[in-house]
C-alpha cells in the first residue's frame, strides 16, 4: 500500500509547511481509530477537540481527500497526517470492508466521475446558430467600442508623462478597468488593475510601466488587424481581451497544419503553485512530457474550501493524453484521458537549459511567437542559488546570475537543499525575474 509513497511526496501535497509541521505531528497511532485500508483507500478518525474524531479518508490513487473538520486548507492537516501515518506505520492500517461514511465517499466520487463521462460523450444540444452568432456579434461590437475608448485613454496617459501617474489613486486605473468589464473585456480590467503595483514596485518602475503599457497597447493594435493574423496569434489576442476557447472543441480543432491538439505522453510534474484571489484559488501544475520533450500547464479553479479536481504530487508522472489550448505557443492543457496513475519517475540528466543565456534564448523564441506570455518554464542546469546585497540570484556555470523574484520566502531552504553544489531548479520566468519551484537533488525533486 504504501510502497509508492515516501515522506517528501506528503509533504509536497502540502497547501503550506506549517500543514506539513502539524501533519507529521499527527502520525502518532495514539492520536488515531477505526484506521483501515481498501485498496487504493486508506481512512481514519483522528481525535480533535471537539467532541467527535474527526473522520478522514483519502483515494491515493488521484490522490483526493475529504475531512469531516471545518479547516479552509486542503489538503487538511487530518489528511496529511493519515498519509504520515500510512508511510511510517503501514501495518497499522488493516484490510477492511469501508465504514458506510467511507462507502458513501466512494460512491458519490463514482457517480460524479460517471457523469463527467456522460456529459462528454452526450451529444452537444441543439443549439441555434443564427442566435449564437447575433449574440457573438454583439459582445464583438461591445468590445470593439471599448478598445477604441481604452487607446483614447492610453494615448493621452502616454502623451502626459509616465511621471504624471506616479502619484495617482488606485480610482484613476479602476475606471477604465470597470470601463472594460462593461465592454465584455475582462481580461484586459485585470491587466489595468495589475499596473498600480508596477507603480510601487521601487527603482526602475517606469521602464516596467512602459514595458506593461506597450504590451497592451500591441495587444489593442492586434485586435484591430485581427483578421489578418495567424490563428494561433488570434487565439492569444482573444484570451488576452477576455474571450474563453471552449474546452470540449480541443479535442476536436485542428491546427492550420491538419493534425490535431491531442498530445499523448507521460508526462512529468515539475512544479506547482497555488494562489489565492479574494475567494478564488488558482492552482498552477507544470508538467514535461517525456517523448513530446515540452512543458505544458495545467490550470485548476477552486472557490472556497471546495477541493481541485485533480492532486498532483512533484517528481512523479502519469501517462495521459493532453489537449493544448490554441495559442501561438501553446502551454496550457486540459487532460482529455488520463491511462494511469501518479507513479514516480526516474529524472532524464539533460532536462533544462546548460546557461542562464540558453533559457533566456528560449523565452525570446517564445516571446516573438507570442508577445503576452506572462509564465515562461525555466529548468536550469548545474545552477547554484546565491545571496548577494540583500536579494537572491540564481548562478550558471558561467558565473551569470538570475535575479529570483521578491515574492519568493525560501531562499535559504533553496540554498541549503543544494549544499552550496551544482543543482537543477525549475521555475517561472516572467521576464524581469525569476520564482522557483522545485529543486533537484540526486534523483528527487523537492518543493523550493
Avoid at 509536497?12 to 501533519?23: I, M, R, V
Avoid at 526602475?204 to 489578418?228: A, C, I, N
Wanted: net charge negative.
Amino acid at each position: 500500500m504504501n510502497g509508492d509513497w515516501t515522506t517528501d511526496q506528503v509533504v509536497a501535497l502540502a497547501p503550506d509547511p506549517a500543514s506539513a509541521k502539524n501533519g507529521k505531528g499527527l502520525a502518532t497511532l495514539n492520536k488515531w481509530s477505526n484506521l483501515g485500508k481498501d485498496q487504493q483507500i486508506i481512512w481514519g478518525e483522528c481525535q480533535g477537540s471537539g467532541k467527535d474524531p474527526y473522520r478522514t479518508q483519502v483515494d491515493l490513487s488521484e490522490p483526493a481527500f475529504r475531512c469531516s473538520c471545518p479547516s479552509r486548507k486542503f489538503p487538511c492537516k487530518h489528511g496529511l497526517g493519515l498519509l504520515f501515518l500510512m508511510v511510517s506505520e503501514s501495518t497499522a492500517l488493516t484490510n477492511g470492508t469501508p465504514p458506510d461514511w467511507v462507502a458513501d465517499w466512494i460512491t458519490s466520487r463514482a457517480k460524479r466521475e460517471e457523469k463527467q463521462k456522460q456529459k462528454t460523450s452526450e451529444p452537444e444540444k441543439t443549439v441555434d446558430p443564427e442566435a449564437q452568432a447575433k449574440r457573438a456579434k454583439a459582445r464583438f461590437n461591445k468590445v470593439e467600442v471599448g478598445i477604441q475608448e481604452l487607446q483614447v485613454w492610453l494615448h493621452d496617459l502616454i502623451r502626459q508623462g509616465l511621471t504624471s501617474v506616479s502619484t495617482e489613486s488606485y480610482k484613476f486605473w479602476e475606471q477604465p478597468a470597470a470601463r472594460m468589464v462593461d465592454a465584455q473585456a475582462p481580461s484586459l480590467a485585470r491587466q489595468l488593475r495589475d499596473i498600480p503595483s508596477v507603480i510601487a514596485s521601487g527603482a526602475g518602475w517606469q521602464e516596467r510601466l512602459l514595458q506593461k503599457l506597450g504590451k497592451l497597447h500591441l495587444l489593442l493594435e492586434g485586435f484591430q488587424r485581427l483578421d489578418d493574423l495567424p490563428m494561433g496569434l488570434q487565439a492569444d489576442i482573444r484570451t488576452q481581451i477576455g474571450w474563453t476557447q471552449n474546452q470540449a472543441e480541443l479535442t476536436e480543432s485542428e491546427n492550420e497544419q491538419g493534425s490535431n491538439h491531442l498530445v499523448q505522453d507521460v508526462w512529468l510534474v515539475m512544479g506547482q503553485q497555488v494562489e489565492t484571489e479574494e475567494r478564488l484559488r488558482v492552482s498552477r501544475t507544470w508538467l514535461w512530457g517525456q517523448s513530446s520533450d515540452r512543458y505544458a500547464l495545467y490550470l485548476q479553479f477552486a472557490l472556497g474550501t471546495q477541493p481541485f479536481e485533480h492532486n498532483f504530487m512533484l517528481g512523479t508522472s502519469l501517462e495521459a493524453e493532453l489537449a493544448f489550448f490554441e495559442s501561438a505557443y501553446p502551454l496550457r492543457v486540459i487532460i482529455t484521458n488520463r491511462q494511469s496513475s501518479l507513479s514516480p519517475i526516474s529524472i532524464l540528466d539533460n532536462l533544462g537549459s546548460e546557461t542562464i543565456d540558453l533559457a533566456i534564448a528560449s523565452y525570446s523564441r517564445a516571446l516573438v511567437k507570442s508577445p503576452w506570455l506572462e509564465r515562461f518554464p525555466f529548468t536550469l542546469q548545474q545552477v547554484i542559488p546565491i545571496h548577494k546585497e540583500g536579494k537572491w540570484f540564481i548562478r550558471d556555470r558561467a558565473a551569470n546570475l538570475l535575479l529570483m523574484s521578491s515574492r519568493f520566502e525560501h531562499g535559504w531552504t533553496l540554498l541549503a537543499l543544494s549544499g552550496g553544489h551544482p543543482v537543477t531548479i525549475f521555475g517561472e520566468w516572467n521576464g524581469n525575474d525569476f520564482y522557483p519551484l522545485s529543486i533537484l537533488v540526486g534523483d528527487k525533486l523537492y518543493v523550493a
